[in-house]
């Protein structure tokens, strides 16, 4: 059986959970550890059965529970090299080092270097408690540990770039993760290396595209044919121009490398999109910017022509709670 459980979507924090071919991923952890395990119980999903996490770009609400949730459940990460890297530059403690520091840094890594890593490797377990705590970030080394003269290497458990394993993997190129295929494609947004994908397991194609500013002719392509297509639907035009924002916010959202709108996505399922999903979940909608209900009307209106029993269901992916799973 193939199911599809979208746990959180929108700008506060986005994950899915993809089961398929005896595979379960976690598609983005942007929920606290702690939140991403009571959404997943609550929608009958075990976190302990997750087999690996893949991370769609390196924005907040996409990685803010990754770090203790990876370690918690001791599994790899899927990133782009470009992501992963992003995504190490935002976590990692900023820290200054005098020049004769640095000099001695790197003469103690020289020395003893296998020390080390066979020390650390035993450090390295996770722990049990991180989780509990409901911690979304790992506790950077403190003032004291970084002020002193000795200047070893943080060990594994503190340095809070540590994840158990890392995978990279390219747009463009398919690869696999036990009985689950992910073809990633590169999207137009404002990240180092961000993507959108198409999973597929059993023979059921699921595509996955959010956050991205407009729909270039390599995201239509990729769309076609897909039994499912959750889809960002992120804000309504009008009330992005009069709501909140201040207006270098308000450019970013709109521009082409920002978010998809009610209009550019109803534009895609009216004009772009071959009409053959058995359901069309709207995602990544704004809290601010955006209704639950402008979002329905726009894409109904769209796919209208295309009314069928047995295809284009509507759903909407929702920021507090999980959406019932979709199984296949
Ligand atoms: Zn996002
Ligand atoms: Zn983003």
Redesign the pocket.
């Known amino acids: 059986m193939v199911r599809f459980t979208v746990l959180a979507s929108g700008s506060r924090g986005n994950s899915t959970v993809i089961s398929g071919g005896h595979t379960r991923i976690l598609v983005d952890a942007g929920l606290s550890c702690r939140e991403l395990f009571r959404r997943m119980r609550l929608a009958g999903e075990e976190p302990e059965t997750l087999d690996a996490i893949v991370i769609t770009?390196e924005?907040q609400?996409?990685i803010n529970g990754l770090a203790v949730t990876a370690r918690k459940l001791g599994i790899p990460v899927y990133f782009t090299e470009g992501t992963h890297r992003a995504w190490m530059r935002w976590i990692a403690p900023r820290r200054q080092m005098t020049y004769a520091q640095w000099l001695e840094y790197c003469r103690k890594q020289s020395a003893g270097q296998q020390a080390e890593v066979d020390a650390q490797a035993v450090e390295a377990e996770p722990d049990d408690h991180e989780c509990e705590a409901g911690a979304a970030t790992p506790t950077p080394p403190s003032e004291a540990a970084a002020g002193q003269d000795s200047e070893e290497p943080p060990a594994r458990k503190e340095d809070p770039t540590w994840l158990p394993a890392v995978e990279y993997f390219q747009a463009g190129r398919a690869f696999e993760i036990g009985g689950i295929q992910l073809s990633p494609f590169t999207i137009p947004?404002?990240?180092a290396d961000?993507v959108g994908f198409v999973f597929r397991a059993e023979g059921v194609r699921m595509g996955f595209a959010t956050?991205l500013g407009y729909i270039p002719p390599n995201v239509k392509a990729q769309l076609k044919g897909v039994d499912l297509l959750l889809l960002e639907s992120n804000h309504d035009l009008e009330m992005l121009r009069d709501g909140p924002y201040p207006w270098a916010v308000k450019q970013r959202v709109l521009s082409r490398v920002g978010h998809l709108s009610n209009e550019a996505a109803a534009e895609f399922l009216e004009n772009g999109y071959d009409g053959q999903a058995a359901y069309v979940i709207l995602a990544h909608l704004s809290e601010n910017n955006n209704l639950p209900e402008l979002a329905r009307v726009a894409a109904e209106r769209a796919l209208n022509g295309r009314a069928s029993l047995l295809a284009n269901r509507l759903l909407l992916a929702a920021q507090h709670e999980p959406l019932s799973p979709i199984d296949f």
């Open positions: 770009h924005h609400d996409h947004h404002d990240a961000p956050d």
